[in-house]
């Protein structure tokens, strides 16, 4: 069985923050990681994808993987009410299956 | 949206009805994907598709049929809806183009479709 796992939350930041997500995962052999943010009521929407160790950055948003300890994280500088949503975290597998975290529901407090 | 459609969008059937959900791409993409999310246990995969009538099963298959006659078709059937089955249905697609190298990476939904049995 392979598991995503992460904090479901709430996880609170204040507006202009750094929020901080995390997510561990048990199959060794991924090499694919995602971020996904999911409003209420609509469908998850990419929003990073990360391959190699060390840090992606994407504007506000930065993934970091260690394969090593098998985490993966998403930081989101200065953050705004419009990031509160629910981030899920993606692992592809082989045989391209991709297992998901239960998500990280996320407020940003104006 | 990356050229997925689902219909229908929201729907309310009887327990024992069979129901069927369509998910169309515009993409060429040879991977296709069912899931149902639920509170509390996040996106599970029902079934996938790496080619024309090529499936497999998920970790949530059973009472689930699939079938993919046409790329950009991947139809998803519950033979006889149960009350459990009450979910939401996210269909997937992923990969390069369909009869092209294998496929990889980035994964894309498409809009939903509420589910629910009485």
């Known amino acids: 069985q392979k598991e995503v796992e992460q904090n479901s939350g709430p996880l609170s930041v204040p507006e202009g923050a750094i929020a901080s997500l995390n997510c561990t995962y048990s199959d060794r052999v991924s090499q694919s990681f995602f971020w996904y943010r999911q409003y209420s009521g609509k469908s998850p929407e990419l929003i990073m994808s990360?391959?190699?160790?060390g840090d992606k950055e994407d504007g506000r948003f930065t993934a970091q993987l260690n394969k090593a300890s098998q985490y993966v994280s998403l930081l989101i500088r200065d953050s705004q009410p419009s990031d509160s949503a629910t981030y899920l975290c993606?692992?592809?597998?082989?045989?391209?299956?991709?297992?998901f975290g239960t998500g990280t529901s996320l407020t940003v407090i104006p | 949206d990356a050229g997925i459609t689902q219909s229908p969008r929201h729907k309310v059937t009887e327990t024992g009805t069979p129901v069927t959900l369509r998910c169309h791409q515009t993409e060429n993409h040879r991977y296709m994907y069912w899931y149902r999310q639920d509170p509390g246990h996040g996106l599970r995969l029902i079934h996938y598709s790496y080619g024309v009538k090529d499936t497999d099963k998920g970790e949530v298959s059973d009472g689930y049929s699939v079938s993919r006659s046409k790329t950009e078709d991947f139809l998803l059937t519950l033979e006889s809806a149960t009350s459990s089955q009450t979910s939401v249905y996210f269909c997937?697609?992923?990969?390069?183009?369909?009869?092209?190298?294998?496929?990889?990476?980035?994964?894309?939904f498409g809009p939903g479709t509420r589910l629910l049995v009485l």
């Open positions: 997937a697609i992923s990969g390069g183009l369909a009869g092209g190298p294998k496929g990889q990476e980035t994964q894309y």
């Open positions: 993606a692992v592809r597998s082989s045989g391209n299956q991709f297992y």
């Open positions: 990360i391959y190699s160790n």
